[in-house]
């Protein structure tokens, strides 16, 4: 069902003090909530609900302000639902009118929520992020004309894959699967398959190759009997065929995988198998594990900061020259303003997507170079930080959501918290030089009381 509007309890809540009357006005999250339209995700949001059938959802204002506070600070499903209970400013940014002292939520109600809204319809909290941006005073319409484009990579929650860690993982996934079913094995080689494991890292570490390798093709020899084993135990059982189609797909693409295999028939993790090794030529990382990312923002400096206006995950690991028409379609569907001018670096060079009234210019690019155009250019560079912070201070730099739709909505949540914390960071700028003005303006004490000795 939609979620229920909220009534007023005030006759309900008479010995109890509102929110508002406790908390101080001035307060970067008051002020912030203030900016926003909460309507709007109300009306976008309001079509995936279906009338009459099952219980009222949670409020949409609460599970859109728990997930830009997630983004914006850092925090997990679990520590922005503790946040909720301790401060009375984060209930009041999510619309609550009185104190709380039990959580109207569960922490997987917020994964449920992710995969009911989507990536596509995600995208709403980073517009409005802009548009909040623009009643603050923080950018304007014109920063949105002139853009800067890149690609970074959005790593995965998973280890660095290593033959033995995944024969390993494949053993365990089974046996585990096996005795869940009732599925009784001639062997599970679970006990010494944790001990090749073990052996295959320390011999590798002392040099001892060819040892290693021993190790690992004894795994990689009990992970197929295991797989066959099963395979001709749930043969004639449809329900557990279906329980274990997937995991057994897995299991075989890892046993055929070569060392020389390349893009997506490579398999890294098993529980996350859609992770690509993408190598950006990183002195500290030669390769991460993830997906690519594109990311637009502002080129000029607006007053409040470089924003985001635009992100997307780019499973296959395409060439940056062909992410570059998409990236910029979704800028012009958020902003609803078209670009102008979009710079980008050398990888993007060959992308073929110039079109009247748009102009794309590459750094070190020298024909129909303005000094205008130049000084733009120079500015190209200023996106590294932008990814540097979402990756620091936000969820960029590691991702715990599953599966493609995850890495989507991942990144789109994450340039929204980008937005966020520049806009808290402007609310906070102006609420300081409001004070040193008024500071400034009004007369000390001492002369005040100067003047009446005077009088």
């Known amino acids: 069902m939609p979620p229920k509007l909220s009534a007023s309890q005030d006759d309900l809540e008479l010995f109890r003090s509102r929110l508002e009357n406790i908390i101080d006005q001035r307060h970067p999250l008051v002020r912030l909530a203030r900016l926003i339209d909460w309507r709007v995700f109300e009306e976008r949001f309001g079509a995936l609900y279906a009338e009459a059938a099952g219980r009222p959802a949670l409020p949409t204002r609460l599970m859109v302000a728990l997930h830009l506070l997630k983004h914006m600070d850092g925090l997990s499903d ?15 940014f999510c619309g609550e009118t009185h104190f709380q002292h039990t959580l109207p939520l569960d922490r997987s109600s917020m994964t449920r929520w992710r995969k009911r809204i989507g990536a596509e319809r995600m995208e709403a909290l980073l517009a409005e992020t802009l548009v909040a941006a623009e009643r603050g005073g923080a950018v304007a319409e014109t920063h949105y004309e002139r853009v800067t484009i890149d690609t970074t990579v959005q790593p995965k929650a998973v280890t660095h894959p290593t033959d033995s860690k995944l024969l390993h993982s494949g053993i365990e996934t089974l046996a585990r699967m096996a005795r869940r079913h009732g599925i009784t094995l001639r062997q ?3 006990r010494v398959a944790r001990y090749a494991r073990q052996e295959a890292a320390r011999l590798h570490h002392g040099g001892k190759r060819r040892e290693a390798e021993a190790r690992v093709r004894k795994l990689r020899t009990w992970l197929g009997r295991l797989a066959r084993d099963i395979t001709r135990k749930i043969a004639g059982n449809a329900e557990a065929k279906a329980a274990f189609a997937e995991t057994l797909g897995l299991i075989n693409r890892l046993l055929r995988q070569k060392r020389s295999d390349r893009g997506a028939d490579k398999l890294y993790s098993l529980h996350a198998p859609e992770v690509e ?6 002195a500290r990382t030669r390769f991460e594990f993830g997906v690519k990312v ?9 007053p409040g900061g470089q924003f985001v206006l635009g992100m997307q ?21 958020i902003t609803g303003v078209a670009v102008a001018r979009a710079y980008v670096d050398r990888g993007y060079r060959g992308h073929g997507v110039e079109a009247e009234g748009r102009k794309i210019f590459i750094s070190r690019q020298k024909r129909g170079i303005t000094p205008t ?5 120079r500015r ?4 590294e930080p932008v990814i540097g912070h979402m990756k620091t201070d936000g969820h960029l730099g590691r991702n715990f959501l599953l599966g493609v739709d995850g890495d989507a909505i991942n990144a789109v949540l994450a340039g929204a ?23 400034a303006a009004r007369p000390s004490p001492d002369l005040r009381l100067r003047n009446s000795k005077v009088a």
């Open 78 to 92: 679990e520590a922005i639902c503790a946040r909720y209970l301790d401060s009375p400013y984060v209930q009041a």
């Open 380 to 383: 190209r560079a200023a996106i």
């Open 313 to 333: 995950s780019r499973p296959g690991n395409p060439y940056d020259g062909h992410t570059l028409a998409g990236q910029i379609e979704q800028v012009e569907r």
């Open 417 to 439: 918290g980008h937005n966020l914390r520049l806009l808290r960071r402007w609310l906070i700028r102006l609420l300081c030089a409001l004070v040193a003005w008024l500071s």
């Open 277 to 282: 090794c993408i190598g950006k030529g990183k």
């Open 188 to 190: 599970s080689y679970r």
């Open 373 to 377: 155009i130049r000084r733009e250019l």
């Open 294 to 302: 594109s990311i637009a923002t502002t080129n000029a400096a607006a």
